[in-house]
């Protein structure tokens, strides 16, 4: 049986305008022993008191557990009718929520030896990326490992996380941040603009990087026509199926 643990809610910030930052503490004081690429499952009952459960991925930049008092932090998509908007919409702060996990191995594994990360997601997809960059950080400097984060959004405000992940590109030469708007490119002269900015959707661009079986491990997250495409073009340049790490997205009431 799955570990339960209640999570207090102690801040909320808007990522975009469907989708919520928010930080928990354990409420038991206990640690929260994860590997980032992790997620948590919330537990709540729909207003006919049926039992019902969502996964979120966990945003904490972190490398091991979580310890007692320090943030779980995940992104929130909110859907317009949906049960868990409306019960993540009428936490207040120090309300808490029954938690369950950690779960899932879309993680980096430490036997990894390519000489490249390809990360690919759209977005709350792009969680996992967020909690994995002192791992990656790591593995930049221990063995020169380069790391390439395509994220897809619709539009700039949409682009979770963005200036994070910019000002960590700015910082490692070996990471390479770009954004893919699918419908709307940022401001000329605005901080979103800048060379590594792409216009359409993510599969269009993995091709300029020339994704090979000799170098490549490759992380699909998000939307999943995203992931079955990028799957697709990923096979066809030669990457074996277990250098292609996936895991779907999928929006739910």
Do not use: W
């Amino acid at each position: 049986m799955p570990v339960h643990f209640p999570l207090k809610l102690v801040g909320r910030r808007m990522l975009a305008p469907t989708v919520a930052h928010l930080s928990f503490v354990r409420d038991d004081g206990q640690p929260l022993d994860f590997v980032p690429g992790q997620f948590v499952q919330v537990h709540f009952t729909y207003a006919d008191g049926t039992a019902t459960r969502r996964s979120y991925s966990l945003a904490t930049i972190h490398d091991h557990a979580i310890g007692p008092g320090e943030a779980v932090e995940i992104a929130v998509s909110y859907v317009p009718g949906g049960a868990a908007t409306a019960m993540f919409e009428g936490l207040d702060q120090g309300d808490c929520i029954d938690a369950s996990g950690p779960y899932g191995r879309f993680c980096l594994m430490p036997t990894d030896a390519n000489r490249r990360y390809l990360l690919i997601g759209t977005g709350t997809g792009v969680t996992p990326y967020r909690s994995m960059l002192p791992l990656l950080e790591k593995a930049m400097a221990e063995r020169g490992v380069e790391v390439v984060l395509l994220f897809g959004a619709r539009t700039p405000e949409e682009l979770l996380y963005g200036d994070e992940f910019r000002a960590f590109a700015e910082a490692h030469p070996n990471f390479r941040f770009l954004p893919c708007f699918s419908r709307e490119m940022p401001a000329p002269g605005s901080a979103q603009d800048h060379a590594d900015v792409r216009h359409g959707y993510v599969q269009n661009f993995l091709e300029e990087f020339a994704p090979s079986a000799d170098t490549d491990i490759a992380y699909l997250c998000g939307n999943p026509n995203m992931v079955d495409a990028c799957f697709e073009v990923l096979k066809e340049r030669g990457l074996p199926v277990p250098q292609i790490r996936r895991e779907k997205y999928v929006s739910s009431k």
